[in-house]
């Protein structure tokens, strides 16, 4: 079994598009443009795409691809924007060490994983709601990249650099705490699908696989500090090197 490349990247930002990258960016593109241009009368049909929960468990099985065309949908441009960002910066480099076909079916794995995650928390809290966005794959591209390329940095919220392995630990907790939070018109729950059966999925194919160690690196952080106070103890003990305040 090939094992995948561990990177040292300096960038996520690549000059082409595989072909998986390629086709989901024109897919969830064309499917905006036609909800966009449609007008109410496409509005209504393509509708019955999202994910309904209750239609998907009280119906079984006549709506169960929902959990598969929900990731089609995008409420608006900045929604559509900000997920086809993040499957070009995330996506690209996966598929380029997978391959395309390994690299899709990861990608609906998580999609897929998301809805129904979606699905059983909506139907137990008997909440009647709709599901849209790839956001859910996404989440599980994202942990899939900051696990094997850590160090690479990358544009947290596309602003600010930060290492990947470091933005899968903040946007997982994120999702986590704003699950727990109040009805914010996000799934959240999808989000934390998607890595949970991303990571179920890579733990499977890779054993060695293992989650970023974000306890691991606070105490690395605490040991590095009490190295620094240290020295400087014993510079000022031994009067030698500039005193440090």
Known sequence: MRQPRYSDRTSAFYGYFPPGVKWLLIANVAMFLLWYLGGEPVQSHLLLLALTPTLVVYSFPFFIWQLFTYMFLHGGIGHLLFNMLALWMFGTPLEQDWGTRRFLKYYFICGVGAG?????????????????????????????FGVLYPETRVLMNFLFP?????????????????????????SNVAHLGGMLFGYVYLKGRWPAFRMPD??????????????????VYMRKRDGRGPRVN
């Open 116 to 144: 129904v995650c979606d699905t059983l928390v909506n139907v137990a809290l008997r909440s009647r709601t709709h599901t849209i966005g790839a956001s859910g794959a996404l989440y599980g591209l994202l942990l899939a």
């Open 162 to 186: 930060i290492k990947a392995k470091y933005l899968v630990v903040i946007y997982g907790a994120i999702a986590l705490f704003s699950s727990l939070g109040e009805n914010s018109g996000v």
């Open 214 to 231: 974000a306890l691991g690196a606070y105490r690395q952080w605490k040991l590095r500090r009490a190295k620094r106070k240290f020295q």
